[in-house]
């Protein structure tokens, strides 16, 4: 049965902080990994995504992937109150598969 | 991205009746998703619905409970039969826009309580 981990949180940053939110995964095959952002009362929205190894920026966010350690995480540079709400990290195979995902991190920015 | 939604979005049902959920893309796509989310839990996939052909249950979901019907490549019903309190959840569906990337959008949710 595939797996995918995080930490419930809550993590609390203060405003202006990096936010660095972890997810570990079971199946060795899993080829496509997303963060998924889910305010309290609605549907989760897609943040990024990310399939190679390393890296990936967009704005404040940055996505790192080792698929080594089985590893994704998610940062979120000059973290905002904005920010404040679940991460739900999910885990697929490649094309046309279902997702796994995780139970999610609450984050909490304090002003 | 796809623009989904979902009908109703709220409904209080008497246990022993049935609600069927409506997803509407405003693209065709290929693979549709329907989840249910219970309070302070994540995603649990129920199935996967590819129009012409029968929906893909996943473990612990059957389709006497939760029949599905994909009668084209932008619309999706799930109907859950026989409820229970055990039953309140958000139903969400889900896209799949294509291109072997996995990535899916979700609709708004329906938000459902049964008494």
């Known amino acids: 049965q595939k797996e995918v981990e995080q930490n419930s949180g809550p993590l609390s940053v203060p405003e202006g902080a990096i936010a660095s939110l972890n997810c570990t995964y079971s199946?060795?095959?899993?080829?496509?990994f997303f963060w998924y952002r889910q305010y309290s009362g609605k549907s989760p929205e897609l943040i990024m995504s990310i399939y190679s190894n390393g890296d990936k920026e967009d704005g404040r966010f940055t996505a790192q992937l080792n698929k080594a350690s089985q590893y994704v995480s998610l940062l979120i540079r000059d973290s905002q109150p904005s920010d404040s709400a679940t991460y739900l990290c999910a885990v697929g195979d490649s094309g046309y598969s279902t997702l796994t995902f995780g139970k999610g991190t609450m984050l909490l920015v304090s002003p | 991205s796809a623009v989904i939604s979902q009908k109703p979005s709220r409904d209080i049902c008497q246990r022993g009746t049935s609600l069927t959920i409506q997803c509407q893309v405003d693209s065709q796509v290929t693979m549709m998703f329907w989840y249910r989310q219970q309070p302070g839990q994540s995603l649990t996939l129920i199935a996967t619905a590819n129009q012409g052909s029968e929906a893909t249950y996943e473990s612990g979901f059957v389709i006497d409970k939760f029949p599905i019907s994909r009668p084209n490549l932008t619309f999706s019903t799930l109907t859950v039969s026989n409820m229970s309190p055990e039953d309140s959840s958000i139903y969400l569906c889900?896209?799949?826009?294509?291109?072997?990337?996995?990535?899916?959008?979700f609709g708004p949710g329906t938000r459902l309580t049964v008494l």
């Open positions: 889900s896209v799949d826009t294509g291109g072997g990337t996995d990535t899916q959008y």
């Open positions: 199946d060795r095959v899993s080829q496509s």
